[in-house]
Every structure is written in structure tokens, then in C-alpha cells.
């Protein structure tokens, strides 16, 4: 991971003119550089999750959803080699380069401390200043902290996702979908992995079998009672101001809308709710 080497000497430059605000600037570029390596590990992986599968930009918990929807081994250390020979059985093997692992637990403790540098001071009365940079000798420890670890993942030559077996099926919006067998979940849901596409589908098993049911909402049509199914994603994050969604009934074709409706209700001795 050669590219950590431009944090790394920006670090070691601030480092080395040591001032409050100088260390200030390497604890935003040594927070940068730790995001920069848990978003890698998602980069690599982008084949298989889509973001809106995040709940969170948080790096760490970046790190642990791809670790649980794509490959448990993206955080791990490895090493890959080849054999010298063309066979089934070769003795000698050439090094083409190490992943280093990471606890993204500790991960998350470096970046929250390098956080806690990027803010001014809270006053504590309303004579006390109110401090622009942390103390220096607060600073300087944990930013070499971090500097090592940084130092230690810039030896890695490789990072990649190690998915060996994979399903695919194609979206209704006609992106291929891939995931990892290693880790699918009978239920599982997930979204569609092309940016902007709001499908959802549900993992099914058919004895060894997986299979992708689009999550839908059933909706039913006002004329016949026909339950349509409608896109969970879409109807969910509709917007409460707008003036509703229309779709054509798929069995009798009369129009549909539906939208945001604020309603009241009325608690009851059994702590039930009823509508007014
Ligand atoms: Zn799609
Ligand atoms: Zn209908």
C-alpha cells in the first residue's frame, strides 16, 4: 500500500515541526489515512455490496459490513503464492504479495482518538478561553501510534476480496448482481449494487439453491382488490410532501395513488391504539 506513504510523510513533516497546531494538522491527515485504508478494503469489494447496504460511513463498521456481507478475510492477513511449476503438486512457490491485517476494533479506537484532536475545546465557565488545539503532549503519543500502525499496513503489496464462490442474478433495472455464498443468510436483505437503483431482494433457498425475491410491498388496487407489489425501497422513502406515487393496476389498469397520510390516534385503557 505504497499510496499510505504520502499520509505518512505528511504526518512525519507536522511531527517533526511539533507545534499544537502543526500535530492539529497530523491528526487530520493520520484520520484520512485511516479511513482511506478501511474504505479500500470496501473498494475492492464494491462487486459484491452496494452502499446504501451501510448503515453507517463510520470506517470501522465499514470494514465489518464487508467482512459479513462479502468476505469474512478483508480485514485478515494473508499471503498469495504460485506454484513455480505447472502442476498439481509443486513444491516450490513464488510470493506475489501479503494483504496485512487489521482489528478494526482498534482501527476505530485510533480514528476516534484522531477525531477528538479535530475539535475545539468546550469552555467550562464563562471566563475560561475557549482552547483551539488539544495540548501537545496529549497529541504527539497517540498520533505516533497511529503513525506505526499506518507504517505497519503500508507494507502491504495486495489487498483484495477472496470470494470464491458466488451467485448472480440480474436486477430489474438490468445490473448483474454478485454475492458471496460464503456468507448469504436464508432472509437476508439487500439492495441492487448499481448506484441509484432502489430494488431490494430477499434471499431464498431452495434446498441448496439460492434464489433473489425482489422485496415488495402488496398493494392493493381500489377498483379490483388485485395486490400489486410494489418496490419496498421506493414506497418507504417516498416523499412525505410530495403529491403521492401513481402506478396502473397490473390485473384491470385503473390508476392508483397513494401517499403520506398523517393520522391520529387515541390511547385506550388496554394501552391500545385506535384511530380517530
Ligand atoms: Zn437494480
Ligand atoms: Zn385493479
Known amino acids: 500500500m505504497l499510496w ?37 478494503r470496501l473498494r475492492i469489494a464494491h462487486k459484491y455490496i452496494s452502499n446504501d447496504d451501510l448503515r453507517t460511513w463510520r470506517p470501522h463498521y465499514v470494514v465489518r459490513a464487508v467482512m459479513e456481507m ?17 502442476g498439481d ?26 477525531s477528538s484532536f479535530l475539535h475545539c475545546e468546550l469552555p467550562k465557565n464563562a471566563t475560561s478561553a475557549i482552547e483551539h488545539y488539544k495540548a501537545e503532549n496529549k497529541l504527539r503519543p497517540k498520533i505516533e501510534e ?27 433495472c438490468g445490473q448483474r448482481n454478485s454475492r458471496s455464498t460464503a456468507v448469504l443468510k436464508l432472509n437476508d436483505i439487500f439492495n441492487c449494487i448499481k448506484e441509484g437503483c432502489k430494488e431490494q431482494y430477499r434471499v431464498e433457498k431452495m434446498g441448496e439453491e439460492f434464489l433473489f425475491e425482489r ?46 397520510k398523517l393520522k391520529q390516534f387515541k390511547r385506550n385503557d388496554k394501552d391500545d391504539a385506535s384511530l380517530l
Open 146 to 172: 497511529v503513525l506505526n500502525e499506518l507504517d505497519r499496513l503500508a507494507e502491504g503489496t495486495v489487498v483484495a476480496s477472496m470470494v470464491f464462490q458466488q451467485v448472480s442474478f440480474d436486477c430489474v
Open 89 to 114: 503438486n509443486p513444491t516450490e512457490y513464488l510470493k506475489l504479495g501479503t494483504q496485512k491485517g487489521f482489528d478494526p476494533k482498534y482501527v476505530s479506537q485510533l480514528w476516534q482518538a484522531m
Open 70 to 86: 462479502v468476505d469474512t478475510n478483508i480485514a485478515s492477513e494473508w499471503t498469495l503464492s504460485i506454484g513455480s511449476v505447472h
Open 215 to 260: 422485496h415488495l410491498i402488496p398493494v392493493s388496487c381500489y377498483n379490483c382488490g388485485d395486490a400489486n407489489g410494489l418496490p419496498y425501497r421506493q414506497v418507504c422513502e417516498l416523499d412525505k410532501g410530495s403529491e403521492g406515487w401513481k402506478f396502473d393496476c397490473r390485473k384491470c389498469g385503473k390508476e392508483n395513488v397513494f401517499m403520506w
Open 4 to 40: 499510505l506513504r504520502d499520509y505518512t510523510d505528511k504526518i512525519r513533516e507536522h511531527l517533526k515541526i511539533g507545534d499544537a497546531k502543526s500535530l492539529t494538522y497530523a491528526a487530520l491527515e493520520a484520520r484520512l489515512a485511516l479511513e482511506h485504508v478501511c474504505y479500500d
